[in-house]
């Protein structure tokens, strides 16, 4: 029997496939899982309850497949379960199991994309109403200033693959134009949900000459890659078969693979993954 110790990559949706994408770049070798809990998406709006018991859920399933460690490639996720997870739940499931984020690697860095230390973050309603990344981002740099803007309407526009047309035009500039009304001095803005590189062409033809766009993806791999190096006994753990498995929790496999690919930039073929039990 091969061994399927795999790296398990967790979203609410697509958005995750970004990240793993950039992932499998810098980190060729490994087995991969990608779940995708599609049909409980979008988690941005919902309570950190409902948010911690979805993602627990399908952490829990990720380690039933054979993952010793999971990434929440998913910013909401990250800022409303994470904590809890690590603290309070993996003690009692198996403390050798390891879950991170992609906000607090985010966090580490982004300080260093902006010489005026005013930095725009856009996010889920979720994300943004955690406070995660101005308290991270204020652990790494406290001399930089965090503005935050919610973009509820982003995620749904991209799912239903609107966000090329000229309709999603008016909801891009909207919510860039409320961020940059918060600060002049805005030199750098995070795209906090893994959703919105999608965005990224209209994103930047709303924001002014001169201002940086920051994805998560490279950085989270880098991360992710550092990590393995500073922890042997997980990288060893982990199987390099270089086998990718997607997962989504709808049974409309066809429609999920469609979207998937969009956002993975290659085809892919899902199977459906009962979470709950």
Known sequence: MVNTQSIGIFDSGYGGLTVFKSIMQQLPGYDYIYLGDTARAPYGSRSFQTIHQYTLECVQWLFKQGCPLVILACNTASAKALRTIQQQDLPHIDPSKRVLGVIRPTAEVIGNYTKTKHIGVLGTKGTVQSGSYVIEIGNFFPDVKVYQQACPLWVPLIENGEYGKPGADYFVKEYLDQLLAQSKNIDSVLLGCTHYPLLYDKISAYLPEGIKIVSQGDIVAHSL??????????????SKNQTQRFFTTTDDTPDFDHHAQI???????????????
């Open 225 to 238: 890659v550092e990590y393995l190096k500073r922890h042997p006994e997980m990288d060893n753990n982990l």
């Open 263 to 277: 956002f993975f930039s290659a085809p892919v073929k899902s199977s459906f993954a009962e979470v709950r039990d």
